[in-house]
């Protein structure tokens, strides 16, 4: 049995494991956009990247294609992960800013504005509709076709395949078919963020965050919360000593 | 054809050789690479052998076509032998000279003599002229002197010596003992150490597969080309010896398929060797069976990626996977599988045969040996370069690549192919070698060299790279797919004037975003460009932005052209030229562009002898 070390706790798990599949067993949120538990992993939407030590070098890699292998030390949350994602999530908003679930991520990690111009694309090519076909709906109707910007989901020769059962199985599982709510900010590329909130674990222990998702601390009116911390400057009030 | 049954045979078969050829023997090598071949190599090679026959010489004199001697820029190239002339640029028409002069006691002719630019001193020997002087070829000092269909020429030189030491008696852990201690680093780009990467491999369990990564993407490269084209032999040799090593019997070379003339030398290689006995079944009698399989590449830039080129031979998709793990532990169907660039297996013999240490006497510290690059851009002196190690980007530019044509400035030197970064004049003597060269925020990459004078705009440059890689880019994973189109997308208009200052934080952003998060090392380094144009030229991006203007007169959005009315004597060539009809103005009189329609070609300029043409950048003054 591999054992590994996350987040800095000590942890054994089975054999074919990933360190996906280990830092959940932990009850640690790692977000995913090309991931569902019964398809094989792809490593495709990179939101799944985290930390990790090898050798002596830190690495970034995507959790859901690496082994759980003796030895390895992951940070799951370190604040260079927390950057990638952020930006990533900036990146993905700009291209789909109609999926509920990318705007949900964004608001978790934080990205609260976007550079770029909103793109409005129909698929992030996360795969997870191919691999639904193919691995669980045995049919394999649809496919990947082309190269970098003009790579897409087809279906052979563009034409509907006798193949396709018309089970629905590839919109149920896309992150991006799921509409995002038409709320008050419905035509800004980013929405604003119901969850937006700050992590305070990130703040008060370098590297960890605590396994709550989201965290009870961060949604009881803390001394981290932006908010608070920008009223309490107004104030002059110092925030180490809040405690 | 004798088929060698043990390394005794071997060496005996080669003691033979040496005794039937008589080094003495005039001998007329012409470059037949593909530089040389374009520029008329085969009508050179006719009319030598019809002279030869011509004046009777048939029975004394040989003529031989061979590979690249990397000077392709001045062939077709050829030497005479053995007293080593070289000429170059060399014409059919001069055949009868050359045999003439063979006959009248080899008396060079003049007029093919390479004359130094710098001291007006004609030149006998290749190793003389300057552009050979400083470079070390240890891989492609072979190329000149053998016919790569012939395997005899190859043994001639000295092949196989390094297999036959292998087998007769070393270990395998003592072979990878000896890549390890020389040092030799992969030459496909990332600089792995050869002999752990080896070491890892055969830690894992049989069968167990190599490969040779002969795609060679990176536009405007042709080193493996050259090697496999001019010395296909010492690639298989390596490969032999890996094999033995590795505990492999089932080889791959993965080659572009726009190489047709490498396959088929690769392929004529294959052949010869296995009928000596040197591969296939019992190699030389000592029980080691390795075959070697030709696969031809779908001539993606994505290919070259190591598990992108294993799918590739799979016969799946091109799309690189994600490591770990390592094809070392598991690479082509599965099984663990060592993954070399055509250089690095090339190397193999030579630290075999001249002893590690020997090898790692060449070079630096860290990178040990010598390295191949492609140099060309502005520069005198374009083509092949080997040089060891450590060589400074002064000597490269200055004492080999002959320095800046037209007299202009050294501005960057791109570095390592489409994903390298620019490095700026002011680093002129960085030394070469991966540590320095990945400070500076390049790599060694493939090699790839660019040398860019003061005409050069650094944005657009970048502009340009992201373009190749957008396109080149497999586009599985999402920041490589995303980031290289919105970095296009920001240079483009930032080209095109529209840039905003904050623009410049966000490709740094993106930058470091690609660098840590995609999938392969094509996402992950495609930021270099750009980051390093950012890094050291940071000026020309706000100049760009701020003032729109582009200081190299390069970005075509933000120049324009004039007439200047004291140099304009009205010839009227400029008219001629102009594909917008963009030029008003009668004979004799004065001439003036009409901005509006002028699509800023630069034919105008080009052909107006008095130079009244000029460009500027910036906004375009109001006519008065
Ligand atoms: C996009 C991309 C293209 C590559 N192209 C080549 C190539 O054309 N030839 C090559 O030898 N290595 C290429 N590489 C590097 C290979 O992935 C691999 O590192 C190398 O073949 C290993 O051999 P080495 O250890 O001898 O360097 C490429 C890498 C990437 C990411
Ligand atoms: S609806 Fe058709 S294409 Fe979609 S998962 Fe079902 S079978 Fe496949
Ligand atoms: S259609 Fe949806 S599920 Fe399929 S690849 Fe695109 S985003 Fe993913
Ligand atoms: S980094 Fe680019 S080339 Fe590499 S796997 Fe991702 S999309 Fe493909
Ligand atoms: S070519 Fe030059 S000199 Fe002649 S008309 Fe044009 S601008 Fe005048
Ligand atoms: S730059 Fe080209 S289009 Fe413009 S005036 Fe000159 S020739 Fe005509
Ligand atoms: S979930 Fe791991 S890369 Fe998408
Ligand atoms: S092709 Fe002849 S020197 Fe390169």
């Known amino acids: ?243 | 054809m004798p088929r060698l049954a043990s390394v005794n045979e071997l060496e005996a078969y080669r003691a033979r050789l040496a005794a039937t050829r008589d080094p003495t023997r005039p001998c007329l090598t012409v470059c037949a690479g593909s530089g040389c071949t374009a520029a008329g190599a085969g009508d050179v090679l006719t009319a030598l052998r019809k002279n030869v026959e011509k004046a009777g010489l048939k029975d004394g004199v040989d003529v031989k076509s061979t590979g690249c001697h990397g000077f392709c820029e001045r062939g077709p190239i050829m030497i005479v032998w053995p007293e080593g002339t070289f000429y170059n640029k060399v014409a059919s028409s001069d055949a009868r000279a050359i045999v003439a002069s063979i006959a009248d006691g080899h008396v060079p002719v003049e007029k093919l003599l390479y004359r130094d630019p710098a001291s007006g001193q004609a030149v006998v020997r290749e190793d003389e002229v300057p552009f050979y002087a400083r470079q070390r070829r240890v891989l492609f000092g072979n190329n000149g002197r053998i016919d790569p269909k012939n395997i005899d020429d190859y043994l001639n030189v000295g092949g196989y010596a390094a297999l036959g030491k292998v087998l007769s008696g070393m270990t395998w852990e003592q072979v990878i003992d000896q890549v390890k201690r020389s040092g030799l680093r992969g030459r496909g780009g990332a600089g792995f150490p050869t002999g752990v990467k080896w070491g890892f491999c055969r830690q894992n369990p049989a069968p167990r597969y190599l490969i040779c990564n002969a795609d060679e993407g990176d536009p405007g490269a042709f080193m493996d080309r050259s090697l496999l084209e001019g010395n296909p032999h010492s690639i298989l040799e390596g490969m032999i010896i890996g094999a033995f090593a590795l505990g492999v019997e089932e080889g791959y070379v993965y080659v572009r398929a726009e190489y047709p003339l490498a396959v088929e030398h690769l392929r004529v290689a294959i052949e010869q060797a296995e009928n000596y006995g040197l591969l296939g079944d019992n190699i030389l009698g000592s029980g080691q069976r390795f075959r070697v399989h030709v696969v031809k590449g779908a001539g993606a830039f994505v290919c070259g990626e190591e598990t992108a080129l294993i799918r590739s031979i799979e016969g799946k998709v091109g799309e690189p996977q994600p490591r770990p793990p390592y094809p070392a532990q598991r690479g082509l169907w599965n099984r663990p599988t060592v993954i070399n660039n055509v250089k690095t297996w090339a190397s193999v013999p030579v630290i075999l045969n001249r002893g590690p240490e020997w090898y790692a006497a060449i070079g630096t510290e860290k990178s040990k040996g010598t390295m191949v690059f492609s140099l060309v851009g502005k520069i005198n002196n374009t083509g092949l370069v080997e040089v060891p190690m450590g060589i400074t980007l002064r000597e490269m530019i200055y004492e080999i690549g002959g320095g800046i044509p037209g007299g202009k400035e050294l501005k960057a030197i791109q570095i390592g192919g489409p994903s390298g970064g620019c490095i700026p004049a002011s680093l002129i003597d960085l030394a070469i070698d991966y540590d320095e060269l990945t400070k500076a925020g390049s790599m060694m990459g493939s090699g790839g060299m660019v040398v860019m004078d003061e005409s050069t705009c650094m944005v657009d440059v970048a502009r340009y790279f992201m373009e190749f890689l957008e396109d080149e880019s497999c586009g599985q994973c999402f920041p490589c797919r995303k980031g290289t189109q919105r970095m296009r997308e920001i240079l483009t208009r930032i080209c095109a004037g529209h840039g905003k200052e904050e623009d410049l934080a966000l490709l740094e952003d993106l930058g470091w975003l690609m660098r840590q998060t995609s999938l392969c090392a094509l996402g992950q380094t495609a930021a270099n460009p750009v980051l390093t144009t950012l890094r050291y030229f940071r000026d020309e991006y706000l100049a760009h932005i701020r003032d729109q203007q582009c200081p190299a007169k390069v970005c075509k959005q933000l120049i324009y052209y004039e007439i200047d009315p004291v140099f304009c004597d009205g010839c009227g060539a400029c008219v001629k030229v102009c594909a917008g009809e963009a030029i008003l103005g009668e004979k004799k009189k004065l001439h003036t562009i009409d901005a509006a329609k002028c699509t800023r070609c630069g034919a105008c300029m080009e052909v107006c002898q008095p130079k009244a043409v000029l460009v500027s950048t910036g906004a375009i003054p109001c006519p008065v």
């Not at chain 1, 995002?180 to 700050?198: I, K």
């Open chain 1, 1 to 243: 049995m591999p054992s590994l070390k996350i987040n800095g706790i000590e942890t054994e798990v089975e054999h074919g494991m990933s360190v996906l599949d280990a830092a959940r067993f932990l009850g640690l949120p790692i977000p995913t956009l090309c991931h569902d538990d019964g398809l094989t992993p792809a490593g495709a939407c990179r939101l799944c990247v985290v930390e990790v030590e090898r050798n002596g070098t830190r690495k970034l890699l995507s959790a859901c294609t690496l082994p759980a292998e003796d030895g390895l030390v992951v940070w799951t949350h370190s604040e260079r992960v927390e950057r990638a994602r952020r930006l990533l999530l900036e990146l993905y908003v700009a291209t789909c800013p109609s999926s509920k679930r990318i705007q949900d991520l964004a608001s978790r990690y934080g990205a609260n504005i976007c550079r770029y111009d909103a793109e409005h694309e129909i698929c992030i090519q996360c795969g997870l509709c191919v691999r639904m076909c193919e691995q669980q709906m045995m049919a394999g109707a649809i496919g990947f076709a082309g190269r970098g910007s003009n790579r897409r989901v087809s279906r052979p020769f563009d034409m509907t395949s006798d193949r396709c059962r018309q089970c629905g199985a590839c919109l149920y599982i896309c992150p991006v078919c799921e509409l995002r709510c038409a709320g008050p900010q419905a035509d800004t590329t980013l929405c604003s963020g119901c969850l937006n909130f700050a992590t305070v674990c990130l703040q008060s222990y370098d590297h960890a965050m605590c396994s709550l998702d989201p965290c009870h601390a961060c949604e009881l009116s803390g001394p981290f919360r932006p908010d608070v911390r920008v009223k309490n400057e107004l104030l002059k009030i110092p925030t180490g000593e809040l405690k």
